[in-house]
């Protein structure tokens, strides 16, 4: 990767590495990209609709491509004092899960750490930065169901 002065590294596609991971084929890539057209939705949702990858293929192209860190939630034990700065509802809309307050910063696990209307959203509900850590859907719905007291 070439990298000109005062200019960001170039991000490379998430097709681009699937292919490259061997994942999926430049057919099922075309194909993909055919349903974008018509859907407003994201390339890794339809592949997984497709049945072409799972949900954990997509996080870890997305952790290569965005340089995001993962991290395992289910592993982690989280002070009710941090869950309670994200409503459960906005927690279940977003896909979101807070575990960790330093100051004004919240570590928060996200399906969708680039969307930034959602880190605008959460930083209005919780009045703090947002340190975006990526997860699948399934396990910040798990952490939800676990941490958040019905």
């Not at 989280?78 to 919240?106: C, F, K, T």
Request: proline share 5%; net charge negative.
């Amino acid at each position: 990767m070439i990298q000109i002065e005062g200019q960001a590294p170039q991000r490379h596609l998430l097709g681009e590495i699937l292919i490259q991971r061997r994942l999926i084929t430049p057919g099922q890539l075309q194909r993909a990209l055919e349903v974008q057209k018509n859907e407003k939705r994201y390339l890794g949702e339809i592949l997984i609709d497709l049945g072409i990858v799972e949900e954990r293929d997509i996080l870890v192209a997305l952790v290569v491509q965005c340089n995001l860190p993962y991290i395992a939630v289910h592993n982690y034990s989280i002070d009710q004092n941090v869950i309670s700065l994200i409503p459960v509802e906005m927690a279940r809309r977003y896909h979101v899960m807070p575990l960790d307050r330093v100051g004004d910063i919240l570590s928060v696990v996200m399906a969708d750490p680039l969307n930034e209307e959602i880190k605008t959203e959460l930083i209005k509900a919780t009045q703090c930065q947002i340190a975006p850590f990526i997860a699948t859907k399934a396990e910040i719905e798990e952490a939800i169901s676990r941490w958040y007291k019905s």
